[in-house]
Nanobody, 115 residues
Framework: QVQLVESGGGLVQAGGSLRLSCTASGSIFSINAMGWYRQAPGKQRELVAVITSGGSTNYAYSVKGRFTISRDNAKNTVYLQMNSLKPEDTAVYYC?????????WGQGTQVTVSS
């Protein structure tokens, strides 16, 4: 079992920045990868960025060059630094921890980008 607590969402103007944090507790040593997903109203949840236990990262094409995923192992925390935000980035952002074959989710944090 893994528990995830997210923070850092909010309202920002287009072009601004936000940093999301996700702190994991529980069976953290079994985590294969952690990532951020987002879901906009009326749309499916989509992958934003992922970082594996080995440190490899992958990003959705729409956020490449603007978002950076990183982790602090000492704090059991994963971050999503979001720069040059656009109105289309508005969504609820969810933290995910993959422990094969299970997935765990945070409660979600709202990010709203105004034009």
């Amino acid at each position: 079992q893994v528990q995830l607590v997210e923070s850092g969402g909010g309202l920002v103007q287009a072009g601004g920045s936000l940093r999301l944090s996700c702190t994991a507790s529980g069976s953290i040593f079994s985590i294969n990868a952690m990532g951020w997903y987002r879901q906009a109203p009326g749309k499916q949840r989509e992958l934003v960025a992922v970082i594996t236990s080995g440190g490899s990262t992958n990003y959705a094409y729409s956020v490449k060059g603007r978002f950076t995923i990183s982790r602090d192992n000492a704090k059991n925390t994963v971050y999503l630094q979001m720069n040059s935000l656009k109105p289309e980035d508005t969504a609820v952002y969810y933290c995910n921890a993959a422990l094969f074959p299970n997935n765990y989710w945070g409660q979600g944090t709202q990010v709203t980008v105004s034009s």
